[in-house]
Each structure stands twice: as structure tokens, then as C-alpha cells.
């Protein structure tokens, strides 16, 4: 698997987004419990920026606290990684008007 830190990782991901016709990205913002931010919260706000200056689709974070714990709960065969990104998904599409 490409990491996006790689200049190839980066390429494929937005080759990704770009063929995906998506409309909008949402990145998890991993959060501390309380709420406040940590070194990698740091990282991924950094990440979604240069994401965001760097193709035409609008970047969006999302708190993805507790996000892996559901996952988890919820069970399933997907990685337990995938599920958790389901459910980031379906909380962000429950907010939205």
C-alpha cells in the first residue's frame, strides 16, 4: 500500500480523488478525549491543508473520536480500519443539512 507521505502515495491519491468524481474529502481528525489537539492532530490538519491546496475538491476534518470503538462493536469482515472509516463517514453524512 502507497503511503500519501511518499511522492507516489501523494500522486495516487489525488489520481484517486480526481477519477472518484468526488465532490468533497473528509479526513479524520484524530483528537485527544478532551478535545484538544495532539502532535498528530497537528500532522493531519497540515496533511488536509496541502491536500486541499492541491486539487480543486474542498477538504473537510471531521473528530473521529470514538470512531474505532463503534467499529469495533459493530463488528463485521472489513478491516477493523475500513470500518472505522464507515463510520466516520456515516456520522459526517448525518451532520450535513
Not at 68 to 97: C, M
Amino acid at each position: 500500500m502507497l503511503r500519501p507521505a511518499s511522492k507516489k502515495g501523494w500522486a495516487a491519491l489525488k489520481a484517486r480523488i480526481a477519477a472518484s468524481g468526488a465532490e468533497r474529502v473528509v479526513v479524520g481528525l484524530p483528537v485527544s478525549l478532551s478535545g484538544s489537539d495532539s502532535a498528530q492532530t497537528v500532522e493531519v490538519r497540515e496533511f488536509a491543508a496541502r491536500l486541499g491546496r492541491a486539487q480543486s475538491v474542498p477538504v473537510e476534518l471531521y473528530d473521529e473520536r470514538f470512531t474505532t470503538s463503534l467499529a469495533h462493536q459493530a463488528g463485521g469482515n472489513a478491516s477493523l480500519d475500513s470500518r472505522a472509516a464507515a463510520v466516520l463517514l456515516e456520522e459526517w453524512l448525518r451532520t450535513q443539512p
